[in-house]
């Protein structure tokens, strides 16, 4: 046979092997849908949880040598919801029945996450509580309910210390992953003590401010602890003197450095520590043996987001996360790493509901890329989000709808279409000759579509419903119920016997001590131990 005869006979069997496998697919599916209408299907399913759920029974108690708490800055149960849709949909599936990673976890609770002075919080005094372990005013962090808002002489005596600290003081590797600015409102919790979560840099603090001693919260990243092992995320404007072009932007002076001290605070970590990386091949070229020390600060501000992140120069949070954790395990006494997915609430505030819901996505992929760095016996790990939207999605739509798809019917009042998403209010609310904007006319599947809002705001605005918490590893059964968000902290630290949860720790041993002994059987063991 002739070459011409060997590739006919080779095209022909490939198109009918390729004809095979698309036969085969639709025979999968469709069995699979025509499954789905009997009732074993769900009956079988229910006992594969079942079965599941009883292995639970076996608590694990063992001391977590390390902590990660993934915040999703904003991530309200409907944004979990329609990010599990999405995450479904994106691998050509209906979405519904998806399984998020930490729709994985075996424990969940809800977190009420109310201000000391705000029924609806913000994501500062919400970051004092679930690191510091106190509620607090909305717009300050790491002080108390004592302090008040943009007054400086109210932070001296009311600063708390949160579970970042309390890991480093008892001899744990520590790290801050994000993709907002490193001293924004989450992260900044985490070591600053301020009492205006905007004093970002000097350069945004007033004069009486500053001449009553108050620090930027910049400032204080490197100061108050100045150890810490792994910083990334964004912010390198507030690092440097004022007009300090920006190495990735030198043309725009939008990106200059703001500070007013002339303090080039990356290169004073440079000379501490050492490594620092400003794009994603310097960080992806890093071996994580050879460095103990990183900080990686990739945009003058906060991270794109990822529909629009530019994959050559920023890195995705799942690298962020794989890096700092191959970094932090290094340390024999573990970690406490902070992993904030900072950008869905940005996509929520500027209605774009599609950046939203894929920043959560990717989060999702960073809590996978933490469980096969780390094991369930020593390693505990939390999800949640600091505070809710006023994001849903409805409309009766049917199984498989694009989650940003319209809703079956028109409006029974406007006779117009409608999104299956909506927001209570926001930059989304749109008038054409004086009635609701008819979608069917705009691309409301594109990336920046702000869907429709029911108020105009310029900004959407946080929701105030309790958000959920998501935990697995060592004491995880302790996050449970309904829970005041402050408490979170004070069970992470619990788990890892660090902080002022000590006493039922041994040293080296994840067994109880004797405060978990009954007083009599307690004394009767000491006697003993004395006599013999």
Not at 12 to 24: P, R
Not at 107 to 126: C, E, H, I, R
Not at 472 to 483: D, R, S, T
Not at 506 to 526: D, F, K, V, Y
């Amino acid at each position: 046979m002739n070459q011409e005869g060997v590739s006919v006979l080779l095209t022909t069997l490939f198109s009918g092997l390729l004809l095979l496998c698309v036969l085969a697919l639709l025979c999968f599916f469709t069995c699979r849908l025509a499954s789905r209408k009997h009732p074993d299907f769900w009956k079988e399913w229910a006992q594969r949880t079942l079965k599941n759920a009883l292995t639970l029974q076996d608590l694990n108690k063992n001391v977590a040598k390390n902590i990660i708490l993934f915040l999703g800055d904003g991530m309200g149960v409907p944004t979990v919801t329609a990010a599990r849709i999405l995450k479904g949909q994106m691998s050509g599936q209906s979405g519904e029945e998806t399984q998020l990673e930490m729709d994985k976890f075996p424990y969940v609770a809800l977190s009420k996450t109310y201000n000391t002075n705000a029924q609806v919080p913000d994501s500062a005094g919400t970051a004092t509580a679930y690191l510091c372990g106190v509620k607090a005013n909305e717009g300050t962090v790491g002080v108390s309910a004592a302090a008040v808002r943009s007054q400086c002489n109210t932070t001296q005596g009311n600063e708390v210390t949160s579970i970042l600290k309390w890991a480093k003081d008892a001899g744990k590797s520590v790290g801050i992953v994000t993709t907002t600015r490193v001293n924004h409102a989450t992260p900044s919790a985490a070591y600053a003590h301020c009492v205006d979560r905007d004093w970002y840099s000097d350069g945004d603090m007033p004069t009486e401010a500053l001449q009553s001693g108050c620090k930027d919260i910049a400032r204080q990243l490197f100061e108050n602890i100045p150890d810490i092992d792994v910083i990334m995320g964004g912010g390198r404007r507030n690092m440097y003197p004022r007009n300090t072009p920006d190495v990735e932007y030198p043309g725009d002076k939008k990106h200059n450095g703001t500070r007013k001290d002339g303090r080039n605070l990356v290169g004073e970590w440079i000379d501490r520590k050492g490594y620092y990386a400003w794009n994603r091949k310097d960080l992806l070229s890093l071996n994580p043996n050879n460095v103990d020390y990183l900080l990686g600060l990739f945009e003058p501000a906060d991270l794109p987001y990822e529909l629009e992140r530019n994959k050559e120069t920023d890195p995705s949070l799942t690298e962020m996360v794989d890096v700092a954790i191959k970094i932090l395990r290094k340390n024999e006494r573990g970690f406490y790493l902070l992993v904030e997915g900072g950008r869905i609430d940005h996509g929520h505030h500027e209605g774009k509901a599609k950046q939203a819901l894929h920043e959560a996505v990717e989060m999702d992929r960073a809590i996978t890329r933490a469980d096969l760095l780390t094991s369930i016996y020593d390693t505990l790990t939390v999800v949640t989000a600091d505070h809710s939207h006023v994001f849903s999605f409805g409309g009766y739509t049917p199984r498989g709808n694009s989650i940003f798809g319209l809703a079956p019917t028109v409006s029974d009042i406007d006779q117009k279409p409608f999104t299956s998403i909506l927001y209570g209010n926001g930059p989304g609310f749109k008038l054409v000759n004086s009635t609701r904007e008819n979608v069917s006319t705009v691309d409301y599947e594109q990336n920046n579509y702000q869907a429709q809002s029911a108020v105009p705001l310029r900004m959407e605005t946080h929701g105030g419903e309790d958000v959920a918490i998501f935990s697995k590893g060592p004491m995880a059964h302790l996050l449970h119920g309904v829970q005041e968000q402050h408490y979170i902290p004070h069970v992470m630290a619990y788990a890892a016997c660090i902080g002022q949860n000590k006493d039922h720790c041994r040293t080296n041993s994840g067994s109880p001590s004797l405060s978990h002994i009954s007083p009599t059987l307690a004394l009767l063991l000491a006697v003993k131990w004395l006599l013999c």
